[in-house]
């Protein structure tokens, strides 16, 4: 059967995946995209699932910068009023936009991973994906907020591009959206 045609946020995020594959599983999935589609799907879902949170959370902020980029712009800009920033579970995606706003506003590490970690506590057992969009991938591999997804990640970020910072100027996000947000949280 074809492989589905994935949006392209997924295709990016899923070749950010194959992209970190060891040599070999790499060579593997490069046949199996040829001639099979489903097991090469499978494949990168079962990756995934090795590479745990700082994969699936790495490779988000690697395949999406754009997305990264206005989420964090409109979560600065609070001249309109408050700003809610939510995703499906409310602990990936939610958490990277909510580390990084942290970080910009000078938070330390201990800081955010603190406040990230209460994901676990609020989600309890239920914080896989709602709909089928990966159904393939293991979620509970992937179940709660652990203190080292975000502590991995943002280690990740320092290795990747040399400081958070710089991942932050990298989606466009420099010193003229901190400024926005350090003055909107003194008005707010």
Known sequence: APRARRTSHAQAFFEEVEARMPAGRKAKAMILRGFSGKAYDQMLYDELTHGGHELLYTAMLQSAPEAFRTSLSVAADRSSGSVL????????????????????AGDDEAQIADAYSISEV???????????????????????????????????????????????????????????????????
């Open 85 to 104: 920033i939510q995703c499906a579970k409310g602990k990936d995606r939610t958490g990277l936009i909510a580390a990084l706003l942290q970080h910009a």
């Open 122 to 188: 609020q989600l309890g057992a239920d914080d896989g994906p709602s709909g089928s969009a990966a159904a393939g991938v293991d979620w509970s591999k992937l179940r709660g907020s652990p203190r080292e997804a975000v502590v991995g990640t943002l280690g990740w970020l320092r290795r990747e591009y040399g400081a958070i910072d710089r991942y932050l100027q990298h989606v466009g996000c420099g010193e003229d959206w901190r400024r926005v947000l350090l003055e909107s949280a003194r008005r707010n």
